[in-house]
């Protein structure tokens, strides 16, 4: 039984630190098709269509590329 703020907070370092994220991300639905985007050339392989924000047939988009592009850390 956890009776004071300092135990409270040992208690949150254990489970902070306990903690294994995943090595791998699921995608779901698994059978969505990634569209790749190439920084250097400036090519991206877009669906035939694609919907906005306001639009109410709008779907998820699911697209790769890298992290860093030009010493900046595009996450």
């Known amino acids: 039984m ?3 703020s300092q135990e409270y907070k040992a208690y949150l370092a254990t489970l902070a630190n ?3 994220p995943p090595n ?3 995608r779901i639905p698994v059978n969505e098709k990634v ?3 190439d920084l250097d050339s400036r090519i991206i ?3 035939k269509f694609l919907g906005v924000e306001s639009d109410h047939e709008a779907e998820l ?3 790769k590329m890298d992290r860093y ?3 900046i850390d595009l996450a």
């Open 18 to 20: 306990s903690y294994n």
């Open 69 to 71: 592009y030009d010493n």
């Open 45 to 47: 392989t877009p669906p």
């Open 2 to 4: 956890i009776t004071g």
């Open 61 to 63: 988009v699911y697209f």
């Open 35 to 37: 569209y790749d985007v």
């Open 24 to 26: 791998i991300l699921l």
